[in-house]
Structure formats: C-alpha cells, structure tokens
C-alpha cells in the first residue's frame, strides 16, 4: 500500500531557468514550480519501479512535467521520486482554489491513488460595498458616481487593482467605467477613488426598488483577472 507523504510535500519556487516564483515556499498564481511529491510504504514488502503520474482536472494548473520513478521505497519508509514533478498555475487562479491535483502510483504489485491537497495563495476581491456620491440612493433618470468598496479575502495582496464596469443590460448606461484602486492587502479594504469615479445613468423606466446586477471586471498588475457581479439598489419600494 503506497500513498502520498502529504506532510512532506516539498514547494520548490524559486525563480531560475525553469522555474518562476517569489521563493516563499508556497504556490501562488503565475508561477511555474517543482513540486516534490515524497510517497511512503505502508505495505510489508519493498517496492521498486513505482511510476508515480501526476495529473490535474482544473483549466488553472498545467502539468509541465508530471512523471516519476521511485526506487527501493522500505516499509514504513519514505521514497522520493528520481527527478521533481513541475507544474504551472494560472496568473488569474483564486485564493484556496482546488487544483485538483492526483498522483497515480503502479508497479506490477498494484495501483494506488492520492489527493495532492496543496493550498493555493492567492489574492480574492469581493465588494463589500458601493457608496452613492451624490446623494443617498440613486433614483431611475438620474446619473449616479459610485465609490466601490473592495475587499481582498484572500491570502495575498494585491498590486494596480483596477475596476472596469461592463455592458449590464438595458436599464444601465456605463458613462465612466474604469476606476483604480492600487494596492490592496490581504484583509483590507480599500475604495474607489471619488475625484474620478464609476458613473452610470440609470433608464428612467426603471421600477422604484429594483436591484439592478453590475457587471465588473476585477484586474491587478499580478495577473488576477475576475469577473463578478454586484448589486445596485434604484430608488425605494
């Protein structure tokens, strides 16, 4: 019985010919990187000629090179594969994202699977609000300039974030969509600028109290790359 050593997984990210990374020791978005993968033997006999093939349904990681041969792997011991395993994840991939990673384990004993559960650090930007700059409540027939609230969830921060307002359907003319918010750490909040602000006419034939869906998309100088939508409340019931 062999199985991935998950306490030993190894995160190489280093930046050098092969691979690209900030050396943190963790996997964050844009890098390529090595992954060591150590396996342990939970059976009674030696293993040898174990190939271990790592594998990945989820469009953000890319297996660059996903072989490996482990050799003489005791009982209750640990084996290493002969060479690391290197895989590329998507600028634009989210905080805590399952990568999906398997590693498929056979010789002529058998064949054993293990989840490779490695956390992605990431950057994640929800909205925590939209402020009305020229008055309480933005009511149908008017323009309205919005001040966003954006908050970064995730586990890293987040450098040139920008906000582009896009098309949202019949009831919303975008007449200013772009808006930057620089840099936002992981934890924090930070606004929209109000010197320049996202500016929207809201048809007139908008019923009073409707919630009205924004689409955005969330950029930063990272890679991240979203696209989400808020809410915008019309008037009152």
């Given at each position: 019985n062999i199985n991935l050593s998950i306490e030993n997984i190894i995160i190489i990210d280093e930046d050098n010919d092969v691979t690209i990374g900030n050396s943190d020791g963790n996997l964050n978005p844009g890098e390529i990187v090595y992954l060591s993968l150590p396996v342990i033997n939970y059976g009674g006999s030696l293993e040898n000629d174990l190939v271990g093939?790592?594998?990945?349904?989820?469009?953000?990681?890319?297996?660059?090179?996903g072989i490996g041969q482990y050799n003489n792997v005791w009982p209750g011991e640990l084996g290493y594969s002969n060479s690391d395993y290197i895989i590329e994840v998507a600028s634009d991939a989210l905080d805590d994202e399952n990568l999906e990673l398997r590693l498929l384990l056979s010789n002529d004993h058998g064949t054993w699977e293990s989840m490779v559960p490695i956390d992605l650090k990431a950057g994640l930007l929800i909205v925590d609000h939209v402020q009305y700059l020229n008055n309480f409540e933005l009511n149908p027939g008017e323009i309205g300039d919005l001040s966003i609230h954006l908050t970064n969830a995730g586990s890293?921060?987040?450098?040139?974030?920008?906000?582009?307002?896009?098309?949202?359907?019949?009831?919303?003319?975008?007449?200013?969509?772009f808006v930057e918010l620089g840099m936002i750490n992981a934890g924090s909040t930070s606004q929209s600028s109000s010197m320049n602000p996202i500016s929207l006419f809201i048809n007139g034939n908008t019923i009073n109290g409707s919630n009205l869906a924004v689409n955005a998309r969330l950029l930063s100088s990272d890679g991240y790359d979203q696209i989400i939508t808020f809410n915008i409340q019309v008037g009152h019931v």
């Open positions: 093939i790592l594998t990945s349904n989820s469009e953000s990681v890319n297996i660059i090179y890293i921060s987040l450098n040139d974030v920008t906000i582009e307002i896009l098309p949202s359907g019949s009831l919303i003319d975008v007449l200013q969509p």
